[in-house]
């Protein structure tokens, strides 16, 4: 079970950290990603890591402002995201993948219920 949180309204340039708690099972044993939705539009990628910790990939939109991280000692994968703007507002889904890694929405097979981000300008 994925249980994310950490979202809210904030103002462009902001910063926020989403916090994606494991249950039942280490997310060190599976690869680990950020997804998001915006209203009207599909479920998009916005980072992976793999399983090994090893690996980080992000959305073209979002390198060099969000970084996805690891607690593997609180079982949690976290999101911190910085100077935030208004079209990353969205949902933001963590997901699990029964692999060491994929960039791959259909390959997540466990999914948090997500958490609103929403930027205003």
Do not use: H
Not at 102 to 117: C, D, P
């Amino acid at each position: 079970q994925l249980q994310a949180s950490g979202g809210g309204l904030v103002q462009a340039g902001a910063s926020l950290r989403l916090s994606c708690a494991a249950s039942g099972r280490s997310v060190s044993r599976y690869a680990m990603g950020w997804f998001r939705q915006a209203p009207g539009k599909e479920r998009e990628f916005v980072a992976a890591m793999s399983a090994s910790g090893g690996t980080i990939d992000y959305a073209d939109f979002v390198k060099g402002r969000f970084t996805i991280s690891r607690d593997n000692a609180k079982n949690t994968v976290y999101l911190q995201m910085n100077s935030l703007k208004p079209e990353d507002t969205a949902v933001y889904y963590c997901a699990a993948a029964d692999r060491t890694y994929s960039l791959s929405k259909g390959e997540y097979a466990y999914w948090g219920q997500g958490t609103l981000v929403t930027v205003s300008s």
